[in-house]
């Protein structure tokens, strides 16, 4: 499913170029991706979307630090709970973006879900609001570096 995020990320410049999704699981099939992925990055996409255009829930700002449950904290792992916190701080996200970010996480059913998943979680949500993150954000997004040590707040 993965692998279809970023060859959307990567072919289509904003979500609107993007066809319907009939027309997109064909172009995706024909290029060699399998029913059931494209399938599942279909329902994945949705989802994102329709939290990601919710109005109402961006105009929503909040001071509060976010406190993990342990369900959430165990599924995300410390690397993810980490990198999430450093891309708030950086003003990367805003506190909706990060829940929008941790719920899409959470949807995957992996436990822990990898670092290189969550950069491309977090790409998506910034290309589906038609965002771009500035190029050294950008670099650190789209690295694969899995094994990177957690971010240290200062």
Not at 40 to 54: K, Y
Not at 128 to 145: I, T
């Amino acid at each position: 499913m993965f692998d279809i995020l970023v060859y959307l990320y990567e072919t289509y410049y904003r979500p609107d170029a993007c066809p319907e999704p009939a027309a997109l699981a064909r172009k995706l099939s024909a290029v060699g991706f399998d029913d059931v992925e494209i399938s599942e990055a279909l329902v994945w996409l949705t989802d994102l979307t329709e939290m990601a255009g919710d109005e109402t829930a961006l105009a929503f700002t909040s001071s509060g630090t976010r406190f993990y449950v342990s369900r959430e904290y165990d599924a995300l792992g410390s690397s993810a709970v980490g990198f999430i916190q450093f891309l708030e701080s950086a003003g990367v996200l805003s506190p909706v973006q990060r829940e929008i970010v941790i719920e899409r996480a959470l949807a995957l059913e992996e436990s822990p879900v990898g670092l290189g998943k969550l950069k491309i979680i977090v790409l998506m949500l910034l290309w589906s609001q038609g965002k771009e993150p500035d190029a050294l954000m950008f670099d650190d997004l789209f690295g694969s570096d899995d094994e990177q040590a957690p971010r240290l707040l200062h």
